[in-house]
């Protein structure tokens, strides 16, 4: 007879590895945030110099983007009580 146990404790263990805190989520888009700004700056340059107009539409739109992660970032940081914890 199989032991359930032993499935739970698994699946709890798992749960834990993958639960961040607010604060380190927040840090993560934040980055994320930053490298698609750059990648859109710097599609949005190649854009210009080809002068394709679609693809510096394209850069700025995923500049736009990464701003938006930045920030989605930054309020994830200010709504964490206890930075470094994990969530419950």
Do not use: F, Y
């Not at 698994?10 to 994320?32: N, Q």
């Amino acid at each position: 007879m199989a032991d359930n146990r032993d499935t739970a404790d698994k699946r709890d263990s798992t749960d834990e590895r993958d639960a961040k805190d607010l604060a380190t989520e927040g840090a993560e888009d934040r980055i994320k945030g930053v490298a698609k700004v750059v990648e859109g700056r710097v599609r949005s340059a190649v854009g210009g110099a080809a002068g394709d107009t679609g693809e510096q539409v394209k850069g700025k739109a995923q500049e736009i983007k990464g701003r938006v992660k930045q920030a989605v970032g930054k309020a994830k940081q200010r709504l964490d009580p206890n930075p470094g914890v994990e969530g419950e």
